[in-house]
């Protein structure tokens, strides 16, 4: 439990900034040191037979001789390796009941999706932690890595768990019927949740290089039973690189976001506009 001092609240702190009157006083006052290591000899000396064998006046007994005695057996040897700095973060539960962290994904329990929750991670562990109780412990992946622990993710027969599902299969099928064939092959399997990015970066490819392309793309895949997003990123990739290039002279211009239909600006028999 730390207890921090106040600024400025010497009350706070007695014993320790005691000692350092004690030290001031009892060392440094009236000496004088030929140079810094003259100055260290004489601290080491001064510990160890006058701060050390004195009587504290809170323990009534010799310093040096508790530190022996009681002490110095219980003490742990000194770490050797630097000391690992965690670092602490926010992240979010996504539908897929998985945290991204340092680019690697990480399993949450409980019905959190949405909610924000704070991360100790440091190079061997990572700690997820919701209102200030640790409800997850998973060890430290590399970037692109997953944790996952099925006790994590909701049971398949639970109404709400199936409904994102369901959604993500309708939203690929308005690209195609074999996009949503794909979409339905990759959740088709005992952990269905741990597939949702994938769907996701189907839908992706769909938005950027066109329903029609990657519909093409999933029929070929789905014919040679290659169920792999990224199979499908990279064919639709090579047909866009494929694409001949704009005659010259052609501009093609995109479609204004506000433009308004040129049938307003038309002059009508009256003459108004």
């Keep these: 439990m730390i207890d921090p001092a106040r600024v400025r609240k010497p009350t706070d702190k007695p014993r320790v900034e005691r000692m350092v009157q004690f030290v001031r006083g009892s060392m440094w006052a009236g000496e ?3 140079d810094l290591a003259d100055a260290q000899r004489h601290a080491q000396t001064w510990a160890r037979v006058r701060a050390g064998m004195r ?72 700690k997820i932690l919701y209102r200030g109780q640790v409800i997850k412990i998973h060890p430290r992946l590399p970037a692109g890595g997953r944790s996952t622990d099925e006790a994590d993710l909701p049971s398949e027969v639970t109404a709400y768990a199936l409904r994102d599902l369901d959604k993500l299969q309708r939203q690929a099928a308005r690209h195609g019927a074999s996009v949503g064939a794909y979409a339905a092959a990759l959740l088709d399997t005992p952990l269905p949740w741990t597939k949702m990015r994938q769907v996701y970066r189907l ?54 976001r506000f433009a308004r239909d040129p049938d307003e600006f038309a002059v009508d028999s009256g003459g108004e506009q």
């Design 32 to 34: 004088d040191f030929a």
């Design 55 to 126: 009587i504290h006046g809170t323990i009534h007994a010799r310093p040096a001789e508790v530190f022996a005695v009681v002490e110095a057996p219980v003490l742990a040897p000194a770490p050797t390796e630097r000391y690992d700095t965690p670092r602490w973060t926010e992240a979010k539960v996504h539908r897929d009941h998985h945290i991204q962290v340092g680019k690697a994904l990480y399993s949450v329990p409980g019905e959190l999706i949405g909610e924000q929750v704070t991360v100790r991670s440091d190079s061997k562990l990572v």
């Design 203 to 256: 839908l992706g490819l769909a938005k950027k290089f066109g329903s029609e392309r990657v519909e093409a793309a999933c029929i070929r895949a789905l014919e040679c039973e290659a169920i792999d997003v990224g199979l499908i990123s990279r064919m639709v990739e090579r047909a866009a690189e494929n694409d001949p290039p704009p005659e010259a002279g052609t501009v093609i211009a995109a479609a204004g």
